[in-house]
């Protein structure tokens, strides 16, 4: 199973594999939810995993990575849905196989599931409201603000241990964010630079904009994640990765999804 987050907190796009070797085995992807009894998108997993609402499929940067590491490899790949809180449940609960999402792989998470090298390396994103052109450099500079996370990233537990904040708000999906800090209910968000950067690019309605001047401090590496102790399967990734990397394609899925 794959998973991804769009617009509901309830449920993401999740993808399933097969292969001759490994009969029935799951794989997930993440970042493009699909709200139960629903076919409704948000941008809140793109450009990583999304449902694209024209063609009613997921789409997205690792959506394009785990399908073509699954032709390197000999697995198929189709796509279904799990709420992202339950991905690393479901991962362990082999309910899934393969998480394939915009999942750092932290060293909290390496101990209860396993991570491939490291597909795409990136850091926090801040951004305020249109009508605030202070040029922000650190969390320093927005000591006493009121600031707003996305659940379940890894972005929490550094910005509420970094004592300048009045509070650190956590919201389920990032437009909620968003919509927080353009109407002045918070001072700041925080939130996957290259997601944040895609929607706002995509969609002019968010009375926002990313801090260019803003220096990321919880960088991390995107990685996909397979139970743990399950090196067949890891070695399988691996080694459609590896070729991915050596070949370009890599590189092609991230420019064709405007990943810098």
Request: proline share 4%; net charge neutral; charged share 25%.
């Amino acid at each position: 199973m794959v998973a991804a987050a769009t617009t509901s907190p309830a449920a993401l796009m999740a993808t399933w594999f097969t292969e001759d070797v490994l009969k029935g085995c799951r794989s997930s992807l993440v970042e493009g939810a699909l709200s139960e009894g629903t076919r409704r998108s948000t941008p809140s997993g793109v450009p990583f995993t999304f449902l694209d609402v024209k063609t009613n499929t997921i789409e997205g940067v690792m959506v394009d990575l785990i399908r073509a590491i699954g032709e390197k490899s000999g697995f198929k790949v189709e796509i279904d849905a799990t709420q992202w809180s339950a991905l690393i449940p479901s991962l362990t609960g082999n309910k899934i196989d393969i998480i394939a999402a915009a999942m750092f792989a932290t060293a909290e998470r390496a101990k209860v599931i396993d991570f491939s090298e490291p597909v795409y390396t990136y850091g926090e994103g801040l951004f305020v409201p249109d009508s605030d052109s202070k040029a922000y450099q650190s969390f320093a500079d927005m000591k006493g603000y009121t600031v707003g996370v996305q659940v379940g990233t890894a972005f929490i537990d550094p910005l509420k241990k970094a004592g300048v904040f009045k509070e650190v708000k956590v919201y389920d999906t990032i437009p909620d964010i968003m919509r927080d800090v353009s109407l002045g209910r918070i001072n700041a968000g925080f939130a996957d630079y290259p997601i944040v950067a895609y929607n706002l690019a995509q969609n002019t309605s968010y009375k926002v904009h990313l801090v260019k001047s803003y220096k990321p401090v919880i960088v991390g590496s995107v990685a996909i994640a397979v139970r743990k102790g399950d090196k067949a399967l890891l070695d399988k990734i691996n080694g459609g990765l590896g070729k991915l990397k050596a070949s370009g394609e890599v590189e092609k899925i991230l420019k064709k999804w405007n990943v810098e």
